[in-house]
């Protein structure tokens, strides 16, 4: 889950929307606007932190004119990058999720959070069309794979969960990363309020139902880069992970089943046992992968 605050209002909605998302024991994530918007004083970074939320650095000053020329880019990513030190902040979201990917690398962030997967609705078209995190160069991406609380209220006209409902199911069905953009600035109304209260019932609904982690964005940065760094070996007894945090890690073994990608996931010292089970299910070999 991520917030982006956009004005004053947001701003000031966010020790309110932090006791919510506490409610249903979920941490998110605070994008900030360093300059132009709103002030940003160090008690409002430090209580974010202290609740154990994220912070994370949302553009310079919300303007969407960040990618329009290579020069003001640089000259205004050098800002970012000192907010990015000063709020001891790793991600990063650009406004209006303008995007640039060859210039994304120029941020010193582990991450950022500009990319939707699709985008036919939003001012820059175009999309990743994947639901997993991965690499922009050293830079980690986490895609959005929802709709936008802006959109979904103010293009689409909706003021129901169904869009959202039928996004995640679609996700979690891939296995994906399903991330949330809730502004603290377009839930200030009653309604809207018990509209997101809904959201986060029925997120928590799905995690006692299907045992998903619910995580910040830098935990997944952190998780994400050492799967990276994780490789599969054939021992004698079947497959075994190793890397820094492989104690984390299980083997699962992919394969097509009927037209469709099945996974079975076991404990590594019995990986052969499912390799075994799938196997005889889909008649053909199946692929390890790392978890």
Not at 36 to 63: M, Q, S, W
Not at 102 to 122: G, I, T
């Amino acid at each position: 889950m991520t917030h982006d605050v956009e004005t004053v209002a947001g701003r000031d909605f966010c020790t309110s929307l932090m006791d919510i998302d506490d409610r249903y024991g979920i941490k998110s994530s605070f994008q900030i606007v360093p300059e132009a918007r709103y002030a940003v004083t160090p008690e409002f970074l430090d209580e974010i932190r202290e609740r154990g939320f994220e912070i994370c650095v949302k553009d310079l000053n919300h303007d969407g004119r960040l990618f329009d020329h290579r020069r003001e880019f640089l000259r205004r990513a050098e800002t970012i990058n000192e907010y990015a030190r000063q709020y001891r902040a790793r991600g990063y979201r650009s406004a209006v999720l303008y995007r640039n990917a060859e210039w994304l690398p120029d941020l010193e962030f582990s991450f950022d959070m500009s990319f939707p997967n699709v985008a036919h609705l939003d001012p820059q078209r175009g999309g990743c069309c994947t639901v997993m995190p991965y690499f922009i160069g050293p830079l980690l991406e986490l895609p959005l794979t929802t709709t936008q609380d802006y959109t979904l209220f103010h293009v689409l006209g909706e003021q129901s969960l169904e869009l959202w409902k039928a996004q995640t199911a679609t996700v979690v069905a891939r296995h994906g990363l399903v991330s949330f953009l809730v502004h603290p600035d377009y839930i200030l109304t009653r309604e809207r309020c018990a509209l997101y209260e809904a959201l986060l019932s029925m997120l928590t609904d799905l995690r006692s139902n299907n045992q998903l982690w619910f995580a910040r964005p830098g935990e997944i940065d952190h998780w994400w880069r050492a799967r990276h760094q994780m490789s599969l070996v054939r021992r004698d007894w079947g497959w075994d992970i190793v890397g820094d945090g492989a104690e984390d890690a299980v083997v699962a073994f992919a394969t097509v089943v009927d037209g469709r990608l099945v996974y079975e996931i076991r404990d590594s010292q019995r990986v052969d046992e499912a390799a075994s089970s799938i196997r005889s299910m889909s008649g053909s070999e199946p692929v390890p992968i790392t978890c």
